[in-house]
């Protein structure tokens, strides 16, 4: 374990000159901006994003200090071999599945926390300990935009997992988290919300109470945006869509096909959105012969117009 005492041994490690690092942490207003990303229920999510100068520090911030810290197994989402399949896999064909979602996570992560759990005094001096969070935080809440905050979410909630996942696995309960996202599944789920909010709470945060979905065998269980009744696999009603517009796009081109949906994109753009969605499908399903016979076409499309 490398330990940091200097300022000048981490600037170097990080690749980043230190008053570049100092400049940054002492003018962050003018290194965010906020994008609105609307929703599939219709509300707009807001994202505080850095600019390309405080993002390529955060990234050598997340690729040379954060990766290297210990995550707990039950976490799913931004780390190597995880993602939303996998997520979704360890709760296929159970009987019950419970869906808990943590309200306004990253807008509730303190300051103090981030700066204790993610930038201990064992491996960084108080001074670098200070500038490290300043870096990675912003107003009162981690930046949902910023490339260090999923890695920070994993390091902040491992020890949450630990409890949580020790208590689920004692019942025979499959327990997984994706990002804020909390997924249950097994024969008996009883005690489980009462254990999550109680840990939950010891730490600032709280459920979502709009946002918690109990599903038995006989409904439709859906864990990731993914149904996880017999098998891992699109919404039907997704996969409907996608094969529907690469149908329209091969028959009557891509041109004609963003004319007649209005969507503002090129045809570039098209392709890549299109090879995205169908990626998503085989990542599911990798056998399916009509997203295996539509990612070809989008690939020898996209070629062709290179």
């Not at 309960?173 to 990002?179: A, G, K, L, M, S």
């Not at 979905?213 to 993914?226: C, F, I, K, P």
């Not at 949906?261 to 098209?270: D, I, K, N, R």
Request: glycine residues 6%; contains cysteine.
């Amino acid at each position: 374990m490398i330990v940091y005492r200097e300022a000048a041994s981490l600037a170097r490690d990080l690749g980043v000159e230190l008053k570049t690092l100092y400049a940054l942490s002492n003018s962050l207003p003018a290194h965010y901006r906020t994008v609105e990303i609307p929703k599939a229920d219709g509300g707009v999510r807001r994202l505080t994003v850095p600019d390309e100068a405080l993002k390529r520090v955060q990234r050598a911030i997340l690729n040379n200090l954060l990766v290297h810290m210990p995550v707990s197994p039950y976490a799913t989402a931004y780390r190597y071999g995880g993602g939303a399949v996998c997520n979704a896999a360890r709760h296929v064909g159970r009987p019950q599945v419970l869906r808990l979602d943590i309200r306004h996570f990253f807008d509730s992560v303190r300051y103090s926390a981030v700066k204790d759990a993610v930038f201990p005094p064992e491996i960084f001096s108080e001074p670098l300990r200070v500038l490290l969070t300043m870096l990675c935080y912003y107003r009162d809440a981690l930046p949902q935009g910023a490339p260090t905050s999923p890695a920070i979410v994993n390091i902040l909630l491992r020890d949450f997992d630990r409890r949580v996942g020790g208590w689920c696995r004692e019942r025979g309960i499959v327990y997984t988290r994706y990002c804020d996202d909390l997924t249950f599944s097994g024969e008996d789920l009883s005690g489980v919300r009462a254990v999550t909010e109680a840990e939950l709470r010891d730490l600032g945060f709280f459920l979502n109470e709009r946002k918690t979905r109990l599903r038995s065998a006989g409904q439709r269980q859906t864990v990731t945006g993914l149904v996880v009744n017999e098998k891992v696999r699109v919404p039907r009603e997704e996969r409907r869509a996608i094969r529907q517009a690469v149908y329209c796009c091969r028959r009557f081109g891509l041109e004609d096909h963003l004319a007649r949906t209005g969507v503002g994109l090129t045809p570039e753009a098209c392709l890549n959105r299109l090879l995205g969605r169908v990626g998503y499908v085989l990542q599911a399903d990798p056998d399916c012969a009509w997203a295996l016979e539509a990612r070809r076409w989008l690939l020898e499309e996209r070629r062709r117009r290179i």
